[in-house]
């Protein structure tokens, strides 16, 4: 089953402007995590929010953690061509087996 | 220090063929876990290994379908006879010495799958 499910599904933005995308879950958790995903490639890790966390920043990022309402928001400041991608959230449904559950992902395009 | 590394990238086999997937993860990572994606979806968890030891096997298909993490070694996800439905990309992702999703998963490039 689904956990995480972003919103957006797609998002388009000029170069300078702000994106936010947001995620719900279903279950309780431990953590959840954002990653981002170019076209054709892996997915790489921006940033890792406990349960007991309300907002955290890395760089440009900020997400948001509202655990009364099952859901998170990424929001990327001064986006720029290069963050064009898709952005997933991933939760672990309160185990710590070690699975990761994933929405479909927001495809972000930032226009020059 | 190299990332996780998977091979092949690209992988094309026609129905009925096994497909052999190979990741090695980041030094000094013993944990693996093999996900699926299908286009325009997110990552589905199939098998949670570490060294000799299959962890969680709960989104891995019953029958075709089998994972190892020897002593020595790359993890390999093994597909037998496949069929057109099995067609694609297959990410594996490790994680440090205490394992569990606590922690980041750091993941490879991915193997696609095209099965004819």
């Known amino acids: 089953s689904q956990q995480g499910e972003e919103d957006p599904q797609a998002l388009s933005i000029q170069e300078g402007e702000n994106a936010t995308m947001n995620c719900s879950y279903k279950t309780s958790i431990n953590n959840l995590q954002w990653y981002r995903q170019n076209s054709g490639r892996g997915l790489v890790h921006l940033i890792l929010?406990?349960?007991?966390?309300r907002e955290k920043h890395s760089g440009r990022l900020r997400v948001t953690l509202d655990t009364s309402k099952k859901s998170s928001s990424l929001l990327i400041t001064a986006s720029r061509a290069a963050d064009t991608a898709s952005y997933f959230c991933a939760t672990d449904e309160g185990s710590t087996l070690g699975r990761l559950y994933f929405g479909r992902g927001t495809q972000l395009t930032v226009w020059p | 220090n190299a990332g996780v590394m998977q091979n092949p990238r690209h992988l094309v086999r026609r129905r009925g063929q096994e497909a052999r997937l190979r990741c090695s993860p980041m030094k000094g990572h013993s944990h693996v876990y093999w996900y699926r994606q299908l286009p325009e979806e997110g990552l589905k968890f199939m098998v949670y290994?570490?060294?000799?030891?299959?962890?969680?096997e709960s989104g891995m298909p019953k029958e075709r379908f089998s994972a190892e993490f020897p002593k020595e070694g790359p993890s390999i996800l093994r597909i037998q006879q496949v069929v057109r439905g099995d067609s694609a990309a297959y990410f594996c992702?490790?994680?440090?010495?205490?394992?569990?999703?606590?922690?980041?998963?750091?993941f490879g490039p991915g193997t696609r799958l095209l099965v004819l």
């Open positions: 992702a490790s994680s440090p010495r205490t394992g569990g999703n606590q922690e980041t998963q750091y």
């Open positions: 929010i406990r349960s007991n966390e």
């Open positions: 290994l570490q060294k000799e030891n299959i962890i969680d």
